[in-house]
Every structure is written in C-alpha cells, then in structure tokens.
C-alpha cells in the first residue's frame, strides 16, 4: 500500500506523504482485525487526521470499498477524491482535514449508540499527536468518560512531529500523553504503532467500562529512509528522483 | 420565547425517540425541566464546551438523530465556528444551533453577549438556514420548521417575555416566505425577531396619527429568503420599511435594497439596522436600539409622520 500512495504521489502536489506512512498500519489494523464492517450497524471509523488520508483511501482499495478509478482520479481536474476524506466517498463516514474535529464527531456517533440502544456498536478515532494540540479535543476528551462511552476507541499516531517540527521542543510539556489522558478518565495504553498484532492486543485486553485511548507510537514517514522524521514531507510529493530511491527501499523490505 | 422553544422541542422529543438536546451550561431551566425528567438520556450538558457541543452533534446526527444545540447566541456560533462550518454546514447535517439572545437582547451584558452580526455570518455559510421567529407563537413553529428541515439551521431566539404579536395574523408561518402579520395598504413594515413589535408600535401610532395603513410583515426565514416575496412588496407598496436588531452590514436591509435594484423598485425604501459598530452603551434593548436611530419616534419621523416627535 505505501508503493500506491508512492504511485499517486506522482500525479498529485501535496499529498502529504509522511503523515499516511506514519498511521498506515494503524488504520490497516483497525480495517483488518477490530472493525465490525458487516451486518446493520457496522462499527465506525472517523480518521480525525484527516491529512492522512491516502492510507485511508489505500486500506479501502485493497478491500474493494473504493475503486482503483476512486484513487485514480484522486486531485485531478474533475475527480472526487481529495487530499482528506469527504463524506459520500465509499467508506468515507465523516469530511476531516482541519484537525480537532473527529473526537467531538466520534463521540456524539458513539452517545447515539449508547443512547439508541446499539450497545455492540464500536466508533474508532484515529488522531495524531499534533492534533492533540487542540482545546476540542480536550473538551471531548472531558466529555467522553462522563457520558460512559466505553465503545469509542481512538487510536494516537504519535510520531513527535508536525508540520513545523518536533512537539517535544515546540510543547516541552506536552508528553507524556498517558497520565494526562488517565487523569481525564480514560483507560490508555502505549504500544509500537507499526505492530498490528500490538494494536490488536491492546484493544482486546482493555479493563473496558470507559473510553480507550491507545498511544501508538510510530514515525513519520515509515518505510523511505529520507522521509522519516523529516518535516518537509509533511507536505510534499516525492520528485522523479526521489520517487525511484524511495521506490527501491520498499521493494527491498517487501 | 426560550419557554416556547422549550415547551415544542419537549412535543417533538415526544413523537421521536432520536431528537436530542444538548446544552452548553446555558438552558431555561424550569420550562426544560419536562424534558430532563422525561427524557434524561437526549438532555446533555457538553459543560462550557461550545466546540465539543457542536461537533457532538454532529456526530448524533450521523447516527439519524435530530439534535439542538443551545446555549446564549454568541457563544453558540462564534466560539465553535469552525465546527459549525465544517462539522455541520459542509456535512450537511440536521442539527439546529438555538442561538438564545440573539441580536442586542443582552442589553446590559456587554458586546461579548451581543450577536448583533449572526444572521449575516451564518447566512454565510452554504446549506445553513436562519430562522428569527418574532414572538413565542412563531418561535414555537420555527422550532419545529428547524426540527423538520433536513440539514443545519441557525434558529435565533431573544430572550424571555415576549409579547404575543402573531395571534391573529392573516398569513400562517411558512418556512422560507415571508408571512404578513398585520394587513395594511399604504405602508410596509419588514421586521424579523423581537423588534417586531416596534414595528406594531410605529404602525399603530401612524394610523391613529395620518390615517394611513400600514402593514407588517414577519421576514422569519432569513435563508432561504424569500427574495420574490420581498420584490412583491417592493412592488406594490409606495413605501417600504425594513427594521432589523441586527448590523447594516449582511442583513435583511441589504437584501431589500438588492432586491429592489434588481427588480427595478420604484418604491421608498427606508432601513433601520444596527450600525456597524460595537455597542458601548448599556441600558434596556430600548435604549440600545436607540442609541443605534432604531426607535418609534425615528422611523415615524422618516416616514413624514404627524406621530414623530423628532423631525
């Protein structure tokens, strides 16, 4: 899936690379293995990074939710696809790209369940540590353990970076995340964000009767030697050059 | 108006099991009361979290819900904009943002209590409708127009104690047109929200003073407007009046004097708005208005009335 994102990346400005390789695995894993897809009220996913979203738009393709046309058109003159996800796209339930909005979204969807009665129902939330930087997410986060949502699990793609540079030194307070999340009444967990098998386990093995929030660390721009940890692929798409070097490093791995 | 918005959203919960209402520590508490004790799972307090309320009910509405988010009329839409524009508007959900105090209903509170510019901002927003019902009878049916409409709504309400002023209105409400609420031939008064009854007080003062009629209407929908309607009125009276608790800028007087450029109006049109500036001043709505040329006397005045006291 990184070598289709890499693909697009050619035909599209912007794609903002790093940020899909880092959570890949994430989303892949809540795809594959935690999400109930089936049935009348499937489980939810609502990627709250929403610049993330070429991972997204990969998982669905490999599952045949969105067309290779969907991904084919993606950013060109008269396609639907965009660089973050957009309601009414197959398998896309909710428009992010401003950050901050998918925990407050992903709460009201699980209080519905809650509330209505869908009580197998789960809502997922992937966020990134950046977006944490938010005063919503903290206002959600107050929010969730009072209104007993123990059905919403938000994933944090934590990879010390945004867009301008390492949150350690922008926020020397900022971490760790988990007491201050504990300390907000949810249960936290710290795992390595590339292991699906320890996204699984972390999820499985949760106490329950409050919302869960598993830390996942990762980094950013996984998989291509020069984009890891580099800022400057927050944003932009690989050159020709730089397409094949990093095509040569995935096809080595794989 | 507030109890009356309370009293219907409690009928409407009544008939649906999935309409919820979620408030941000602001609520008329005793005429709500029906509904938190009848209905305590689809009442929230989100606490002072305008964002969280916004995008919570979003989310509700994801799931099929109907929800209201209220809290003072500020605080409902400029804190949580973005979630508005983004989580609401662009998602077009069915959530309706009850936005109590609107316009300078705060009178004494201060310009941070002022929406004196709301309906032009949310009138901004594409898929967002705006609703300011006049007194409690037209807040009742707007509550449930919003509860019925299928996508975000802006339903700005005043405060408390507003006077009845639609009991025997000729026109029934209508979502989306206009609706004339007092008969009249010579003179045409526009008004929407509470202001609305200043409208009444300048309409009685010049029959009993020049012996001309004048008719009053209540432009509750504010989007989508009822721009034929307006040009009708543009049309067929020789004057026209629009008086609005709200900014110059963006709101009803604007569009009537769009409205009648394009259509070629050849009638008088006299607007009474907010000028474009914070409010420094305290005192009753009254004298607010006042301060801003909005008064019985002022209108009778520019009208050429025998009634006004000021020339």
Sequence with gaps: MRRRILDIS??????????????????????????????????????????????????????????????????KDG????????????????????????LPLAVGMALADRTLGATDR???????????EEGSVWEAMMLAPTLRLDRLIVIVDLNDYQSL????EIHPNFYPVAPKVEAFGWEAREVDGHDPGALHAAVATRRGGRPLMVIARTVKGKGVSYMENAPIWHYRSPSPDEYRRALQELEAVS | VRDAFARTVYEIARDDPRVFVVVADISPASAMAPFVRDYPDRFLNAGL???????????????????????????AIYRPFEQVRD???????PVTIVGIGGGTAYSLLGGTHHAQEDVAVMRALPNMAVVAPCDPLEAAAATLACARHRGPAYLRLGKAGEPALTREAPAPFEFGRLRRIRDGRDVCIVSYGPIVKMAFDVAERIEAADGRSVAVVSAHTLKPLDRDGLAR???????????????????????AEQIAWQSRAGCALHTFSLRDEFIHVYGSQQDLWRAHGLSVDRICAALGSRAASVR
């Excluded at chain 1, 880092?22 to 109930?36: F, K, N, Q, T």
């Excluded at chain 1, 396609?79 to 998918?102: Q, Y």
């Excluded at chain 1, 540079?165 to 350690?168: A, D, E, L, V």
């Design chain 1, 10 to 75: 050619q035909t599209v400005p912007a794609l903002h690379i790093a940020p899909a390789f880092s959570c890949l695995e994430i989303v892949d894993a809540v795809y594959h293995g935690l999400m109930r897809r089936d049935g009348p009220d499937p489980d939810s996913f609502i990627l709250s990074k929403g610049h993330g979203a070429m991972a997204q738009y990969a998982v669905l393709e490999e599952l045949g939710v969105m067309s290779r046309e969907d991904l084919d058109s993606c950013g």
């Design chain 1, 165 to 168: 540079g390492k949150i350690s």
């Design chain 1, 122 to 132: 789960m809502v997922y939330c992937v966020m990134s540590d950046g977006e944490l």
């Design chain 2, 233 to 255: 009125i543009l049309r067929e009276f020789e004057t026209v009046v629009v008086l609005e608790d709200h900014s110059e800028r963006g709101g009803l007087a604007a569009d």
């Design chain 1, 79 to 102: 396609g639907h696809v965009g660089m973050h996800p957009d309601i009414g796209l197959p398998g896309i339930e909710a428009s992010t790209g401003s950050l901050g909005h998918g």
């Design chain 2, 49 to 75: 979290a305008e964002q969280a309320m916004i995008g919570l009910c979003a989310g509700l509405a994801m799931r099929g819900c109907t929800a209201f988010a209220y809290t003072i009329a500020t605080f």
């Design chain 2, 87 to 93: 989580d609401l508007c662009y998602q077009n959900l």
